[in-house]
């Protein structure tokens, strides 16, 4: 009988976990979870997700409580899948923070969070901090406790689009070594534990203190300018980035009115994240 392994998953008071059999099955969880802690055993898991390997090149089979939604031999979009699965799952269930749409970084205990859509260079930026002594949170989804500044981020690996995966994958970021796996719509690359923290450590349960709000805007020929914000205007910005708005009083518009002003903010428009980087790191 092939061996079953359960990984419980942990993130902003929800719990999933995912099932995972057969080498390939267990590898691809082991990418894309590996730095994700389960600090809630005892919790009930919200949702639960399955993996199976399917053999002799066939690929794996990914479901979730009995619903399949990927089936074949391209690794690559069942894990782009499953990722997105599992944090959307995540944020879905959350109603004790706000849980956003963002990048995060850490640096002496201070965090940014870099709230933005697809496509507005949130993971290249993260990676070019990562690369100047900052800490990994996410690339994708952070979580705030209500009455807190302590940020949680989602640890997952990189997800790099492909028109940004040049930028990433280069000396100045020193990703050659990365594990990696690509799909049809982005290339997922695992940070080395040194950079991520390995999952359950002291370091991966540590929450900083969020020191400010960046909104990146990728502009292709654009030069770096970082304005900051007025309250109301980042207040707005992160209303859109809200993930879990329909589970928070007033669909979070207090919360998020309370940390627009508590917390200062900026636009970094840039062309060339480069350029960016140092505007970021010159920030108080």
Known sequence: ????????????????????????????????????????????????????????????????????????????????????????????????????????????????????????????????????????????????ESGTLLVEGLPRPLNVKAHGLHLVANPAVASAAWASLSGPAATLMQLPVDMAGAAGSAASQTRPALAALVFPRFQPDAPATCIPLTPAQAGLRLMSALLNARNLEGHGFPAVTALAREVPAYELQFGDVREAVPLVMALP
Do not use: N, W
């Open 1 to 144: 009988m092939t061996p079953v392994r359960t990984r419980g998953i942990s993130f902003a008071g929800v719990r999933v976990t995912v099932e995972s059999t057969g080498e390939v099955g267990d590898a691809l969880v082991d990418l894309l979870f590996r730095d994700m802690s389960d600090l809630e055993p005892e919790r009930p898991a919200c949702q639960h997700f399955v993996v199976r390997d399917l053999g002799a090149g066939l690929g794996v089979q990914v479901s979730s409580d009995g619903a399949r939604f990927h089936e074949g031999a391209d690794i690559g979009d069942a894990a782009l899948k499953l990722q997105e699965a599992v944090t959307m799952a995540l944020a879905a269930k959350c109603t004790s923070g706000l849980v956003l749409h963002a990048a995060a970084a850490a640096r002496s205990g201070r965090a940014l969070i870099l709230p933005g859509r697809s496509g507005s260079g949130k993971t290249t930026l993260s990676a070019y901090l990562l690369a100047r002594g900052f800490t990994y949170l996410s690339d994708e989804m952070v979580f705030l």
